[in-house]
């Protein structure tokens, strides 16, 4: 494929790769979307010469002042556009982007116009990069950094062509070429794409950054959860049992995969029930105290003395935008680590931020279960505060049926603990799960479930259980929150679902304090049914994503920081290994060396002259490379072909260098007659001037591959040349 | 292609010890005889064009003849004539003057277009029918016409599609008063041609043809010279453009041109030094230019500025 056409298909890649980006980030119209997609299509059959597009693009061939007009009228519709229609400044400039860019792509002819196409793509994936911080940006930007490394480098190659011709004709100058886009040109361009895909990344890793998404789809469309207000009908957390997107991420670092199973993530706990709703009444949230900087520590988060005893369980939690500022932990969280002005926490151990948030927040968690303290086995009188008597163990209405039911399952047990899980047992033997629960409609949907349909989900369970242990004076809570059980294998997280929303009980014990407990079956409140047959494929792209969001979107300045402090850290094991590496592949040297100086001295040679003499041999290097120019040696594996294109460029520059000296060769002069000229205006550069280009003759013109010591010579021969123009 | 360099140079030399102060000249006129061309010199009497001829034959070893151009002339004196044998008692063909390696048509515009036309036509055929008969002509065949630029009486101009059979046309010119100094003070002599000796048979000159046949154009040069005769076509000041016999007798001579410089490539040089030379006669000149008079340096001219808007390949 000639240069030129090469250069015509990657602009028009380079557009189309930042106009997915404005599509997939901005609710753009859908006439504009059509518009510029079919400019991109009719441009891209140009490229191919489809005849028959090409002949029908001719008939609606406007002149250069139509679209100088179009433009205009664009730019004024920009104002209309972004004062009354969209009323954004950003909406329309998008707008006016993506129509300046349909009138290049279908004026695209001159060089500049190339120019035109490739700072409007430019501002298009910035624009993208602004309105998104999704995962399909990245390949996105992907596509549009290898196909803008691609027209750079096509654009120079061109222009290299195009030079004659643009010193002889006014008008701007068509594109032409007689190059073609060879194999090597290709692997080199992809070559050149990855390394400035690396440098990016390093830039990316390493610069200080201040946000990302300024402008995210996002906002206000906060994912709707239920369950995690102060007010909780009974059976709402049915209807969204069956929705499967995503509301967080969990990581588990000290846990190996091997370990997981169910894991529960506390959002609220409710004291009071009504019959048909429950309540948070102990909701008043005071602030947490920031020990170090962003890590806030519960203290007494427990409304009772006895500390948790389990082991510390630490949890990354990604959680996305939702609309109730809790923040969800394994129970019972001890301490929460994240970028947060503020957090806080009521007397039941919720953790809350001050305010929902509209993006996706990152925080760290360690949380402590309670177990079940061995003085909580014996049977003991158990006196309850008058806090606990007031919230832990109201009832809406005595009703009998109930309190007989709990009397009943746990008459024969002596222990508190003993009776709850005689209580959990039963309601986990005896009742069906099912989400076709239309509960929330009854009077009465307790007794309903508990009595008549014995069939319901985790908030009816949790509900009779929480019921039934108060009736028989055992203080209980609602707990709700999430049930992960999705693990993914790629990223080695939990996936946690809307559908895992859950609720639970937590039941006090006296000595142990709150104690978790689950009346809901244990494979009823699974997310039911196969697995997707996309399954895999899902998982992990979901790890990408987690892997995007973490690396990319959330990389902070904390963790710069990190990866710093680790490299120092690290420093230290690696300098020590690359210099024992070293020193095994130099030992024989070191060791002549060292007998030489040892029989000079009688002395050790310490560790310190190895070392100067490596960073010696170094400076040597840099300085041989500096005067060498091994860069300007004539290409060996290319052959006859790389010669040629090698003295063609070497006239080039000659060319140039001359023009420097204000003595410019006219597009229409030969090269022999040039010479005339030199040895006319300039004597002195006349023999090197003839002996380059003698020899740029023959290559070029007689295709007589010159021999490596002509090349040589002819390089050497310039350098005079630059030196004499210099001087 | 050293070998072709040596008798070359050879024959140069030859010539220019008659001609004298015209090296340019003698160049052309072997870029000519290598490309297998006609030359037609277009000058004043008595600057050397025979004498040119003359000592191109003789260098040669070839055979030469020279036609006074009348308006008498018939096509029989040209090619010969069948006349009736008595003892064989059967026609038998004489051949006519063109049956020479190089023909001197002197004043080619004084006799009638029906003369013209019978060399002209041997001049593209390289053979001529006399009598249901074909003859071929020797080889190499060359042909100098002469025309004389000032006289226009009684005169018939040859016609653009005529003088496109000729590969280039060319003016001798007056000598400078130095070189004609050292014509004056040779030892005078008829026929100062007479004393060459040759340094080429007709058979090398052959095989030098046949050389030019494989000198190399880089195909951006043939773009290049493409574009050259494409800008005669395009051009306002040219009412009937250069066709593409003129461009194939370009490539032909650019290619001797290479050659008789040494070289079995083309350079762009080659290609705009002989534009004026070779297409110059093949276009014409638009009625809008003033009149015909000194139409030769006009075309040229045109030429030389449509070769100067044409960049060349880097």
């Known amino acids: 494929m000639p240069c030129d056409q090469a250069l015509r298909l990657t602009s028009i890649v380079l557009a189309s790769a930042s106009f997915v980006g404005l599509v997939l980030g901005a609710s753009l119209p859908g006439w504009l979307i059509f518009l510029t997609a079919s400019a991109l299509l009719v441009a891209l059959s140009r490229t191919g010469n489809v005849t028959a597009i090409t002949s029908v693009v001719r008939l609606v061939t406007l002149s250069p002042t139509t679209w100088n007009v179009l433009v205009l009228s664009g730019f004024l519709g920009f104002w209309i556009d972004s004062l009354w229609i969209s009323g954004d400044l950003l909406t329309s400039g998008i707008h006016f982007l993506l129509v300046l860019m349909i009138i290049k792509l279908f004026n695209l002819q001159h060089r500049r116009d190339y120019v035109h196409l490739f700072a409007i793509s430019l501002v298009a994936i910035l624009a993208a990069a602004s309105l998104t911080s999704e995962l399909w940006y990245f390949p996105i930007f992907l596509a549009y950094m290898l196909a803008g490394v691609w027209t750079l480098l096509l654009f120079q190659l061109t222009k290299d062509a195009a030079v004659p011709s643009a010193a002889m004709r006014r008008e701007p100058e068509p594109l032409e070429s007689n190059r073609d886009v060879t194999p090597k040109l290709f692997w080199l361009a992809n070559g050149l794409a990855a390394a400035t895909f690396g440098l990016t990344l390093v830039i990316f890793f390493v610069i200080p950054r201040v946000s990302a998404g300024f402008y995210q789809k996002g906002y206000g469309e906060n994912i709707r959860t239920s369950g995690f207000s102060n007010t909780v009908d009974l059976g709402s957390i049915g209807p969204i049992k069956r929705d499967r997107s995503v509301v967080m991420r969990v990581e588990l670092p000290d846990r190996q995969a091997h370990e997981v199973g169910r894991f529960y993530l506390r959002g609220l706990a409710f004291d009071r029930y009504d019959g048909r709703s429950w309540a948070n009444q102990l909701s008043h949230r005071r602030s947490l105290s920031e020990d170090s900087p962003e890590t806030f520590t519960l203290r007494g988060s427990q409304s009772h003395k006895p500390s948790p005893h389990g082991p510390a369980l630490r949890q990354h939690i990604q959680l996305e935008p939702l609309d109730t500022p809790v923040l969800f932990a394994a129970p019972f969280a001890e301490s929460i680590n994240g970028r947060f002005p503020a957090i806080q926490a009521d007397v039941t151990g919720a953790l809350y931020l001050p305010f929902p948030s509209s993006t996706r927040i990152e925080y760290s968690a360690v949380s402590r279960s309670n177990t079940v303290a061995p003085a909580d086995l014996q049977p003991q009188p158990a006196a309850y505060p008058e806090l606990f008597i007031r919230h832990f163990l109201q009832m809406p209405v005595q009703s009998e049926r109930i309190a007989a039911l709990a009397r009943d399952v746990a008459e024969s047990k002596q222990t508190i603990y003993e009776k709850a899980v005689a209580i959990q047992d039963h309601l986990s033997s005896h009742y069906r799960y099912s989400l076709d629960a239309p509960l929330a409609a009854q009077a009465h949907p307790l007794e309903e479930f508990l009595f008549d349909r014995k069939t319901g989900y985790c908030e009816h369970y949790a509900t009779a259980m929480v019921m039934m242990l108060r009736a028989i004076g055992i203080p209980a809570r609602l707990v709700t929150g999430f049930l992960a059980t999705e693990w993914n294998e790629y990223g080695n997280y939990y996936v946690v679902r809307q559908q895992d929303a859950h609720a639970w009980v937590e039941v006090h014990l006296p000595h142990s304090g709150w104690v978790m407990m689950d009346p809901t079956p244990a494979d009823g409140d699974s997310p039911g049914g196969t697995l997707p047959a996309w399954h895999t494929v899902q998982s992990m792209l979901d790890s990408v994503r987690l892997r995007w969001n973490r690396f990319f979107v959330q990389y902070s300045a904390t963790d710069q920081l990190a990866v710093m402090r680790d490299l120092q850290t690290g420093s230290a094991s690696v300098r020590l290994r690359t210099l024992d590496s070293l020193a095994a592949f130099l030992r024989p040297l070191t060791d002549a060396f060292e007998t030489g100086i040892d029989s000079m001295t009688n002395g050790g040679l310490p560790h310190v002259v190895k070392v100067v003499a490596i960073l010696l041999a170094g400076c040597g290097g840099v300085a041989w490379l500096v005067w060498a120019r091994p860069w300007n040696w004539p290409r060996r594996s290319t052959g006859a072909a790389g010669n040629e294109q090698a003295i063609v460029q070497l006239y080039r520059r000659m060319l140039r260098q001359l023009e420097r000296r204000g003595i410019r060769k006219p597009a229409a002069m030969p090269p022999l007659q040039f010479i005339r000229i030199i040895q006319a205006q300039w004597s002195t550069a006349g023999t090197a001037v003839a002996s380059i280009t003698e020899l740029y003759c023959r290559a070029r013109f007689g295709r007589v591959p010159l021999t490596r010591e002509e090349l040589h010579r002819a390089q050497e021969t310039f350098h005079q040349l630059t030196s004499l123009s210099r001087s | ?314």
């Open chain 2, 1 to 314: 292609m050293m070998n072709s360099t040596q008798p070359i140079r050879a024959i140069h030399e030859n010539i220019s010890r008659v001609i004298k102060g015209k090296p340019q000249v003698i160049e052309l006129t072997l870029v000519a005889l290598l490309a297998r061309g006609h030359l037609l010199l277009e000058d004043v009497p008595g600057v050397g064009k025979t004498t040119l001829a003359h000592s191109l034959a003789r260098s040669l070893d070839c055979s030469f003849k020279r036609i006074q151009f009348t308006s008498d002339l018939l096509p029989s004196d040209i090619v010969g004539v069948s006349i009736f044998n008595r003892q064989k008692q059967a026609f038998e063909f004489m051949p006519g003057p063109i049956f020479a390696n190089i023909v001197l048509a002197d004043e080619i515009n004084r006799t009638t277009p029906k003369t013209q036309s019978s060399l002209l036509e041997a001049m593209s055929e390289a053979q001529i029918s006399v009598d249901n008969q074909t003859y071929p002509l020797n080889q190499p065949f060359m042909v100098i016409a002469t025309q004389n630029p000032a006289e226009y009486h009684g005169t018939f101009p040859l016609p653009e599609s005529q003088l496109d059979r000729f590969l280039m046309r060319l003016r001798i010119g007056y000598p400078s008063p130095d070189e004609e100094k050292k014509v004056l003070d040779r030892p005078q002599s008829l026929h100062p041609a007479e004393d060459l000796q040759p340094v080429l048979a007709a058979q090398d000159v052959l095989d030098l043809q046949a050389q030019v046949d494989k000198v190399f154009m880089e195909e951006s040069l043939t773009e290049y010279l493409l574009s050259i005769v494409q800008a005669t076509r395009q051009s306002e000041l040219v009412s009937l453009g250069v066709s593409t016999r003129g461009a194939l007798a370009l490539s032909r001579a650019v290619k001797a041109l290479a050659l008789v410089r040494g070289r079995n490539y083309c350079l762009p040089d080659d290609i705009k030094e002989l534009a004026p030379t070779v297409l110059s006669h093949r276009i014409m000149v638009a009625r809008t230019q003033g009149l015909r008079q000194r139409s030769f340096e006009q075309a040229e001219r045109i030429i030389q500025d449509l070769v100067e808007s044409v960049p060349v390949p880097v």
